[in-house]
């Protein structure tokens, strides 16, 4: 059974703090992705990664990095958090091509 | 550039009643459908992908490519379906990003 943890269920943090979102898969998937779900706009890519530090920009990834240096997690940053980071952060993982996606928990991430 | 519209933000149907929620795309090739489903304060998981032709919990879906649809159907619907489903889509070949919809939320009324 494939599972994907998230390090955090809910986090909160001041604006201009630097934020660490840890994601760890072990199904050996080589796909990992970082997704931000919040209503009414429904889930957005912020980056994907297709192997060990390699790294691609989603849709929104304006504010945030990512760091893979094992095959099994994927890290997301916020460098400077900002109130409209507040979301619910959904990570994901796949085998290559197009293949059905697990995902985490999600973090809710509030930002004061 | 692909993506996929689901115009129902709530739908809502008595038990027993059938259940159709509505999934367009807009993609140049030969794209890939997904649903997937969320139930309350649990996590995000797939439902069902086309090519796969199954009919899962009792959903089905049919990919038109005329219409460009992937609607998401039920012909009696249970409490135990209300949720949240998003429609995702996929082109083909190599890695291909997922496009997700903005998500129905399905509300079965006992």
């Known amino acids: 059974d494939v599972k994907v943890t998230q390090s955090s269920r809910y986090l909160v943090k001041r604006t201009g703090e630097k934020v660490f979102l840890e994601c760890v898969q072990d199904?050996?998937?080589?796909?990992m992705f970082w997704y931000r779900q919040d209503p009414g706009l429904g889930l957005r890519l912020i980056y994907f990664s297709y192997d060990v530090k390699m790294k691609e920009k989603g849709d929104i990834p304006e504010g945030y990095s990512v760091s893979r240096e094992k095959k099994e997690r994927f890290s997301l940053i916020l460098e400077s958090a900002s109130t409209n980071q507040t979301s619910m952060y959904l990570c994901?993982?796949?085998?290559?091509?197009?293949?059905?996606?697990?995902f985490g928990p999600g973090t809710r991430l509030t930002v004061l | 550039a692909q993506r996929v519209t689901q115009p129902e933000k709530l739908l809502s149907v008595f038990k027993g009643a059938p259940v159709e929620l509505k999934c367009n795309y807009s993609y140049s090739g030969s794209p890939e459908l997904f649903w997937y489903v969320q139930y309350s304060r649990q996590r995000l998981q797939l439902l069902l992908r086309h090519i796969s032709r199954e009919s899962i919990k009792g959903f089905t879906a049919d990919l038109n490519k005329g219409e460009t649809s992937f609607h998401l159907k039920k012909p009696f619907a249970q409490e135990e379906d209300s949720a949240m489903y998003y429609c995702a889509l996929s082109g083909n070949g190599g890695y291909q990003k997922v496009t997700f919809g903005t998500g129905t939320k399905l509300q079965v009324i006992p």
């Open positions: 199904m050996d998937h080589e796909n």
């Open positions: 994901a993982s796949s085998f290559p091509g197009v293949d059905t996606q697990y």
